[in-house]
């Protein structure tokens, strides 16, 4: 084997990485981003969990990016350890898929129908169609999918390049020399691990061992020792995936190792301990391709069926291994950067993560109103905390979501991140105003003010109504619910009406001599505060009404809203009136 075959050998293994990665993220956009959060979505059980690691794996072609989306998901606090064992199990199995695609590179025929199904028409056909489509079709599915069939006819011809440079190999002695000393399960473990860690890639190193397969001198008893390690390697990159994780997030990256160390252990114990009692025939097996591929899916299929019973152990295993020691950070609001290659998964990330801000954001209004009722310092520096965090919520979800527009997203995508971005300065004031507010009852405090019987009684009225709101616009924006946001622009407009009164009426307490210039400065202020948060709350639900439609047009649907619809408006303002009344 010369120089040139080494180089042909290293650019048809470059080749059949890049059309698997071209060939697995086609796959993946045509799914429409749906399988990724599905991992977390239906994983709460062992057996659901193994069953789409499995399912994922086999349609995006890698156990790496399955386990490392798993990593990212215990990383963030979105999935629990045991959970995450249980779809990386399920990961070992599924990327045993891609040997049989590879196995489609070596159907050959030369003649009537077998011609038609042979290496070269399939790899033309696809690389054909998938230049088509990517040339002229004007949709985004049949971009993707001509990915998936330039990906294809790319990882074929790699194959090829691959299996003719070693073709001669079956007669080289010191090949020959070399499968006999793989035939030591120990060796031929430790080659496998360092050719799958070097390549980063599993399902190369299968391809790898099925185009040495075709060399006729490779024997089974010489492969499975090289597929063993090959499992175990593949948790390479996987744990390079744990850098800058936290605690769990690391303890997951090395569930892979643990898990395939586990599986590989028992599994050659077993066999190799019934081989030496019954003597099995079949191990002198000259391999090929397919039975390549058929014992590569055995072996996993059976660390799959050992690993199942023993997730309990694996969670012990990495806990041990890792413990726990008190992270120095002072972020308290933390973004998975692994799923920005997943928009999906990044997107229910930041939703998540944004419904928090708005229940915190309803927290601190109630709790600074609270203070006007029964004032106390450790209540008061809790509303400062919640604007400290709410402050941190919208540096690190407006910097994610700025990185996640430079990412290919759909239509549909596209409209969450802009409500998203449109609707977090909105929660972020809300927790200002409700700092605002808790000074003024802070001011109050200090200074002995007391406020008079109508005031406390209008004051009363304007915080049930801004309560309610606030109720009405976090739950609306969680829940995702249009109806609930469409309840919100009209008690807007009461509490603006409110607003008004209540400034009126204080001046005619003033001039009556029964409230103080003193007293309506604070009176004044809490009202402005009130008012600005009921004005958030109307930003909020504009947002997600004109979004959701594809379009921010914020006066227009106002003017829709109060023309259009003026009687159901009239009517809902009449109901919030008779609610609110002074």
Sequence with gaps: ???????????????????????GEGLKKVSGDKLEPILFKVSG??????????????????????????????????MKLRQAISVIIGSILGTSITGW????????GTEGIASLLSTKTLTGLAAVI?????????????????NILMGFSILMFGMSTMSGSVSALGQAPWFLNLLTTMRNPLVGILAGVLVTTMLQSASAAVG????????????LDAALPLLMGVAIGAAAPVLLSALGANVNGKRAALVYLVASVIGIVVCAVLFYAANAVIGFSFLGTIMNPFNMAAANS????????VLMPLTGLIETAVVRIIKDVPEKTTQ??????????????????????????????????????????????????????????????????????SKLTGKTMTTQQSRQVSKFLHVLSDFERITDHALNIAETAREKKEKNIVFSDDAKHELQVISHAVFDIIEITTGAFIAEDLEGAREVEPLEEVIDRLCDEMKMHHVERLQQGTCTILQGFLFNDLLTNLERVSDHCSNIAVAMINLSAGSFETHEYLDQVRDKDSEEFKREVRNYREKYKI
């Design 1 to 23: 084997m010369g120089i040139p075959e080494i180089i042909a050998l290293f650019s048809g293994v470059a080749l059949f990485l890049f059309g698997m990665s071209l060939m």
């Design 45 to 78: 059980t062992q057996l659901k969990g193994v069953l789409f690691g499995t399912g994922v794996t086999a349609v995006i072609q890698s156990s790496a990016a399955t386990s490392v989306m798993a990593v990212g998901f215990v990383n963030s606090g979105i």
């Design 101 to 108: 695609v590879i196995c489609l590179s070596y159907i050959d």
């Design 130 to 146: 998938g230049i088509l489509l990517r040339m002229f079709s004007k949709k985004r599915t049949g971009l993707y999918t001509g």
């Design 208 to 219: 790898i061992l099925q185009a040495l397969s075709l060399s006729g001198a490779m024997t």
């Design 298 to 305: 055995f072996l996993r299929l059976a660390m799959t069926i």
């Design 332 to 401: 308290v609001v933390q973004l998975e950067d692994r799923f920005l290659d997943h928009p999906a998964l990044a997107i229910e990330q930041v939703r998540r993560t944004i419904d928090d801000m708005a229940d915190l954001a309803g927290e601190s209004i109630q709790a600074a109103l609270t203070l006007f009722r029964e004032y106390s310092e450790e209540s008061f520096e809790k509303v400062v905390e919640m604007e400290h965090l709410g402050d941190q919520y919208e540096d690190a979800l407006g910097t994610y979501l």
